[in-house]
Structure formats: C-alpha cells, structure tokens
C-alpha cells in the first residue's frame, strides 16, 4: 500500500525545537518532490515547505524562512522538518504530501502529524 | 504572488441537491488548478487535478471546470458522505476552504 507517515510531533515550549520525519512506504520516495503543509486547529490548509527529488532545491514559506530546514534521506525513504525558534503561531497538524514536480498535484498524503507550542 | 481566493466560505445542501463551489485566482493559471476533499479529523484528499480531470478512484458526481482565473467544483447529486471541507490549490497557494453541510 502506498503510504506516507509522519512522526515526530508533540509538545514543545516557544523557542524550542522538532523535527518531523515522513516516512514512504510502497514507493521509492526518490522519485517525487515532497511538501509539508501545516493546519492550525478549526484553520485551513497552509503551505510550509517542499524539496525536489535530489534535494538540490528547496523553498519555504515566509513564516517559516530561517526557522525551519527541510531535507531528505532517499536511502532512508525519508524526508525532515527541522523546526527552530518555534512559536504559538507554529501550532498546527503537519502533512506530508508528495507531487511529481513541478505544477502537478499533491496526490498522496500523510496522517499528520500535531505539534504543540506552548509553555 | 498569486492569491486565491474560495466562495462560499460555508454551504449547506440537501443530499440529491447539485452543489457548486468557486475558486478565482488573482492572475491567469491557465488549468493549473486542484481541488482536495478534507473530512473531519482526516487528511486531505485530492478529488480533480488541472482543474478537470477526475482522480482515480473518486466517485463520478465530482467534477471540476474552468481555466484562467475561474475555476468550479460541482458536485452533481450531494451525498452524505461527501461531508467535509473543500479546498482549492495552485502551486504553494490554498483557497481559505468551503465548509460544506449537509441539511
């Protein structure tokens, strides 16, 4: 079955950090760009971040620019969120989802993971 | 950078009834236009793909139109399954969502 899963939430104070995992399993990961896409609870859908299959190209949000990194494992099917300086406005379920490219659509998804800031 | 903008914001239909739900976007996208259906408490799920075309396995009363600016989701014959909230997405841009309920 093709899946993704991510791990690696839960609660962390302001200023602290996390990384997310997404984990592919019944594909190779090394053949889509990856994104994570976040939602704040009762909110909509927000874009965080996404990396092409090599990892050579990366972007981000503006919320997030200088705070989190993103970067892949493709010999562990695996893609990161680092997430630093994290704030209560961080506070959301984070996806994961996979795309073939440019211009093309989010056709796989993750169950999410929550990440609380809070002290 | 492109805004994309959803309407309604809420709707609510009687199962059998014919639902239409609008994206604009704020410049030409030609169909480089995808809707996703999110239900409560799930991950979302993509329905229609360059604003037209059906994803496997995604019963036929859904459908997608449009291309430029313009864009319409239309469910043909709401059922109670089809519960949840809509979004509309172009590149790193979402729509704000249309909460549909059922009557």
């Known amino acids: 079955e093709v899946q993704l899963e991510e791990s690696g939430g839960g609660l962390v104070q302001p200023g602290g950090s996390l990384r997310l995992s997404c984990a592919a399993s019944?594909?190779?990961?090394?053949?889509?760009?990856i994104h994570w896409v976040r939602q704040a609870p009762g909110k909509g859908l927000v874009w965080v971040s996404r990396?092409?299959?090599?990892?050579?190209?990366?972007r981000y949000a503006d919320s997030v620019k200088g705070r989190f990194t993103i970067s892949r494992d493709n010999a562990k099917n695996t893609v990161y969120l680092q997430m630093n300086s994290l704030r209560v406005e961080d506070t959301a379920v984070y996806y994961c989802?996979?795309?073939?490219?440019?211009?093309?659509?989010?056709?796989?998804w993750g169950q999410g993971a929550l990440v609380t800031v809070s002290s | 950078d492109i805004q994309m903008t959803q309407s309604p914001s809420s709707l609510s239909a009687s199962v059998g009834d014919r639902v239409t739900i609008t994206c604009r976007a704020s410049?030409?996208?030609?169909?480089?236009l995808n809707w996703y259906q999110q239900k409560p408490g799930k991950a979302p799920r993509l329905v229609i793909y360059?604003?037209?075309n059906l994803e496997s396995g995604v019963p036929s009363r859904f459908s997608g139109s449009g291309s430029g600016t313009d864009f319409t989701l239309t469910l043909s014959s709401l059922q109670a399954e089809d519960l949840a909230t809509y979004y509309c997405?172009?590149?790193?841009?979402f729509g704000q969502g249309t909460k549909l309920e059922i009557k």
């Open positions: 989802a996979r795309d073939k490219g440019y211009a093309t659509p989010l056709e796989c």
């Open positions: 990396i092409t299959i090599d990892g050579t190209n990366t």
């Open positions: 997405q172009h590149g790193d841009t």
């Open positions: 360059a604003a037209s």
């Open positions: 019944g594909f190779t990961l090394s053949t889509y760009w």
């Open positions: 410049q030409s996208i030609t169909n480089s």
